[in-house]
C-alpha cells in the first residue's frame, strides 16, 4: 500500500469545517483513499473511501485532487464529538489485506 | 455493518502469564485481523485470520508468543503469551466482509485494554 503524510495535529472551533489533508504521491490506479478516526478508548471508525471523485456521506465530505495525490477530508460543522484520531489510508478493495495505520491527525475540536 | 464485542474489555495480568482474548461478531464474516495499539501510538497488525487456516503473522509477530485461533466464521481469540510489561497495549480485532462489501469498510471491536505488571 501507498504511504500517506498527515500533520500530526490541528484544532478546529466548533460549528467550523475541519479540513483534514493527506498526501499519497505514491498511490497506485486501484489504490483507493480511506479515511477512519479513533476516538480516544474506542475502535476505530471508518469514515468514507473514494478512488478519483469527490464523496460526500451523513459523516463527510472528501475531496480528491485530479492527479490523486492529496486529498482532504471535510467535516462541514465539527463539533466536540468530532474530536479524534484520524487516519488516511490508502489501499486496494477486497484485497484481504489489512488496514495500515499511519500516524493520523489529532483533531482538537474547541468550544 | 458488522457489531463486534470483545472480552475482557481490560485486565490487568502478572507478568509470565497468558491471558486469551474473545472476538465475536454478529456475522459470518470472511476476514478477521488483530491490531495492537501501544500506548500513544497507532495500531499495529499483528496477524490475519482466516476460517480454516493457520493464521498470517506480521514481521516481528509469532506464533508462540501470540497464538490465535479461528473455529467459525464469527469467532477468533488471540492469545498473549508469557506476558511481559511490554504488552501492555489494547488489542483490538476487525472483520472485513467481502460478501456484504457495500463500503469495503473494516468494523473495529471496541479493544482489550491489557496492563501487565
Known amino acids: 500500500d501507498a504511504k500517506t503524510t498527515q500533520p500530526p495535529s490541528m484544532d478546529c472551533a466548533e460549528g467550523r469545517a475541519a479540513n483534514l489533508p493527506c498526501n499519497h504521491s505514491?498511490?497506485?490506479?486501484?489504490?483507493?483513499v480511506y479515511w477512519y478516526r479513533q476516538i480516544h478508548s474506542q475502535g476505530p471508525q471508518y469514515i468514507i473511501h473514494?478512488?478519483?471523485n469527490n464523496e460526500t456521506n451523513e459523516m463527510a465530505s472528501l475531496i480528491i485532487t485530479e492527479d490523486r495525490k492529496s486529498s482532504t477530508l471535510i467535516l462541514p460543522h465539527a463539533t466536540l464529538r468530532d474530536t479524534a484520531v484520524y487516519y488516511c489510508i490508502v489501499r486496494v478493495p477486497d484485497s484481504g489485506y489489512a488496514l495500515n495505520f499511519g500516524k493520523g491527525t489529532s483533531l482538537l475540536v474547541t468550544p | 455493518s458488522a457489531v463486534i464485542s470483545q472480552k475482557p474489555s481490560r485486565d490487568i495480568c502478572q507478568r509470565g502469564t497468558s491471558l486469551t482474548i474473545q472476538c465475536q461478531v454478529d456475522s459470518q464474516v470472511t476476514m478477521m485481523f488483530w491490531y495492537r495499539q501501544q500506548p500513544g501510538q497507532s495500531l499495529t497488525l499483528i496477524a490475519t485470520?482466516?476460517?480454516?487456516?493457520?493464521?498470517?503473522?506480521e514481521s516481528g509477530f509469532v506464533i508462540d508468543k501470540f497464538p490465535i485461533s479461528r473455529p467459525n466464521l464469527t469467532f477468533s481469540t488471540l492469545t498473549v503469551s508469557n506476558m511481559s510489561p511490554e504488552d501492555s497495549s489494547i488489542y483490538l480485532c476487525?472483520?472485513?466482509?467481502?460478501?456484504?462489501?457495500?463500503?469495503?469498510?473494516?468494523?473495529f471491536g471496541p479493544g482489550t485494554r491489557l496492563t501487565v505488571l
Open positions: 485470520a482466516n476460517q480454516g487456516s493457520e493464521a498470517t503473522y
Open positions: 473514494g478512488l478519483k
Open positions: 476487525s472483520v472485513e466482509d467481502w460478501a456484504s462489501g457495500l463500503y469495503n469498510e473494516q468494523f
Open positions: 505514491t498511490i497506485s490506479g486501484n489504490e483507493y
